[in-house]
């Protein structure tokens, strides 16, 4: 099997042994109504109404979406506007909690006895991708496609982030309940569960939890860098292709991240939607680097006081890794269903370009064989032809060309600009 191109890069998982702590409860949450790919969801909740933990808040007729629930309980100060850190601008929902914590009367745990109910469940859940991507969950779920394997994605591969394999660590029957249970729901009979060779742990763990089931897999994935990307880690698990305009479930295959498949199980049994989320604190602003277990919808603010961030020094912010996170212009945004991370930075210097002097690295470490400066070329004269010709709609933005260009030019956010120029399917 061909390897593909990776690059190598410091791991500084400060934060692996860090136990997971939870927050305390913040003077007031501001929760979006899109925190996934897909429709935004419709406020059910005005001012001045009281709301409990886990009260479904928003929703939304789309079939792309998933409805947003009450991380506290509490009273909702605002309904207003909301603009994501890609630019997206959505209702939402500001609510000043009582302190009590009150559980909603609508949390109890679903009733599932077959393939379409779980779906319906995993809808109401409010799960979406929590690997990053915000791809509603039950979306990937309801394929007509057949599905032969799910690969759960551990790799968890950029620099810093310790999240996932906390839950690893942490929850390890649940994942594995988890597991089992998109599988017998969904009728997959082969279970990939792919970590990196830098989490020996993790991976000894599973490996005597899943010693008696023949249908689990643990795939021990090299420490490199793009492994987590989703045509990566199925490629370097199964040896299937996941094609130009295809789908995973084209080849018979599903991918969900190991909190995903925790959360569902956990979901399963006491029917708590998604309403906390785990992220990794670090950088060299923090003073305690930290895993912490927040309220979705808490401020950025409040997590980075909980961890001593010097926030006076600190001059750059990202949410998410340092490879495929983004820079946040304002600590008052609130942790959505997507964070992992919040690295906080004293030290940034903005790189300026130069000219291309095609030396070829960016080629040499894309994954999927991409020509980076051949498709900047071609996007700088809008050549929409050419820009399919190279195949850009590949590109998974993993940042590698970038990393690894020595005229700093900034090849990955231009392959995103040029996709968004050809035409839709």
Do not use: W
Not at 30 to 54: E, F, Q, R
Not at 209 to 219: E, G, K, P
Request: glycine share 8%; proline share 6%; hydrophobic share 40%.
């Amino acid at each position: 099997m061909k390897k593909l191109n990776v690059i190598k890069l410091k791991h500084r998982k400060n934060t692996e042994n860090s136990a997971t702590v939870s927050l305390p409860l913040p003077a007031e949450v501001t929760i979006p109504m899109s925190m996934h790919m897909g429709a935004p969801c419709t406020p059910l909740v005005k001012v001045g109404d009281i709301v409990k933990v886990g009260q479904k808040i928003g929703e939304s007729d789309a079939a792309f979406s998933v409805p947003v629930h009450s991380s506290v309980s509490g009273t909702v100060k605002a309904v207003g506007e909301y603009r994501s850190v890609m630019g997206a601008v959505s209702k939402t929902i500001v609510i000043e909690p009582d302190g009590r914590q009150e559980v909603s009367e609508e949390v109890k745990p679903p009733i599932i006895t077959d393939k379409e109910s779980f779906i319906r469940a995993v809808r109401e859940s409010g799960s979406c991708g929590l690997g990053g991507a915000g791809f509603p969950t039950h979306i990937k779920m309801s394929t007509k496609s057949e599905i032969d394997t799910l690969v759960v994605n551990g790799a968890e591969c950029e620099p810093y982030i310790t999240a996932d394999y906390r839950e690893m660590i942490e929850r390890p029957d649940d994942v594995i309940g988890g597991i089992n249970m998109v599988k017998d729901m969904l009728g997959i009979k082969h279970t990939k569960l792919a970590i990196e060779a830098n989490k020996p742990e993790a991976i000894r763990n599973f490996t005597e939890l899943a010693a008696n089931d023949d249908t689990i897999d643990i795939v021990t994935l090299p420490s490199a860098y793009p492994q987590g990307a989703e045509k990566v880690i199925i490629y370097n698990s199964t040896g299937r292709i996941v094609n130009e305009g295809t789908l995973p479930a084209d080849v018979g295959v599903i991918v969900m991240n190991v909190s995903t498949v925790a959360f569902l199980y956990r979901y399963s049994k006491d029917g708590m939607p998604l309403v906390t989320r785990r992220l990794t604190v670090d950088g060299d602003a923090v003073g305690e680097p930290k895993n912490v277990l927040a309220p979705i919808g808490t401020h950025f603010r409040d997590v980075m006081e909980f961890c001593k961030v010097d926030i006076e020094a600190v001059k750059k912010v990202i949410a998410g890794g340092p490879m495929m996170g983004m820079s946040i212009p304002d600590i008052d945004m609130p942790v959505v269903k997507t964070s992992n991370a919040l690295l906080a930075f004293k030290s940034y210097e903005a790189r300026k370009a130069t000219s291309c002097i095609r030396c070829g690295r960016c080629v040499k470490v894309c994954p999927l064989g991409l020509m980076p400066a051949e498709i900047d070329k071609a996007y700088r004269i809008k050549d929409i032809e050419d820009l399919k010709r190279l195949k850009v709609n590949l590109c998974m933005n993993c940042g590698s060309c970038t990393y690894a260009c020595p005229a700093n030019r900034n090849l990955a956010e231009t392959n995103q600009l040029a996709k968004a120029l050809l035409p839709r399917k």
